[in-house]
């Protein structure tokens, strides 16, 4: 049982059309990351948000914390195919470690 | 990008032979890990270290031992590989930055196929 449930598991839009991916979790925590994973590549880290209620913005992507720490989202605006990849929550740390969810697979179509 | 590499990148090997992947960093990063990723399953960790010769196990640690003997290198062992040890494996780095953030690096990966 994953302590982080992500969904959808899979996405696929047109480009110019906007996401949400969602990361949800019966547990606090201290710090929530999002990472993306290109096909072949490890994951790589795009923002960290620590405070409930936290939303950060990384040009079309925006991340949010929810008031508990319990739960994020992550929200895409007008997607482009570069933004293909799996997106991946991770929530920690508890003893050094962080709790990655399964991902979301997205698939932005030309 | 942080400096991490892993080898070797793909390997196949047999049921019952051992196989060491290695990982190397740049960073002087304090902690590392080893995942493992499947299909479903997203990244699992198997065991991690917080310095030199301290390490511990993950979440699923059977049939795996790992070694840290310099800040550098973190080697992770498959004594006798099975099948279900077929998998693809990232190291990762961290330098914790206190208030409960911990930001990892990850390398590029060790695909792992067992005959």
């Known amino acids: 049982t994953q302590l982080l449930e992500q969904s959808p598991q899979f996405l696929s839009i047109q480009e110019g059309e906007n996401l949400t991916v969602y990361c949800n979790s019966s547990s606090v925590f201290s710090s929530l990351q999002w990472y993306r994973q290109e096909p072949g590549e490890g994951p790589v880290l795009l923002v960290t948000v620590v405070t409930g209620g936290e939303v950060k913005k990384l040009k079309r992507l925006t991340f949010q914390f929810g008031d508990a720490r319990k739960d994020s989202s992550l929200h895409i605006t007008a997607a482009q195919p570069g933004d293909t990849g799996l997106y991946l929550c991770a929530g920690g740390p508890n003893d050094y470690k962080l709790s990655f969810g399964a991902g979301t697979t997205v698939t932005v179509r030309a | 990008d942080a400096g991490i590499t892993q080898s070797p990148r793909h390997k196949v090997t047999e049921t019952g032979t051992p196989v060491t992947l290695r990982c190397h960093q740049t960073?002087?990063?304090?902690?590392m890990y080893w995942y493992r990723q499947d299909p479903g399953h997203g990244l699992r960790l198997i065991h991690y270290?917080?310095?030199?010769?301290?390490?511990d196990k993950g979440e699923v640690s059977d049939g795996y031992s790992v070694s840290r003997s310099k800040t550098e290198d973190f080697l992770l062992t498959l004594e006798s590989a099975t099948s279900s040890q077929t998998s693809v494996y990232f190291c990762?780095?961290?330098?914790?930055?206190?208030?409960?953030?911990?930001?990892?690096?990850f390398g590029p990966g060790t695909r792992l196929t067992v005959l």
């Open positions: 270290s917080y310095g030199v010769k301290d390490t």
């Open positions: 990762a780095i961290s330098e914790s930055m206190g208030s409960g953030v911990d930001e990892q690096f």
């Open positions: 960073e002087n990063h304090r902690y």
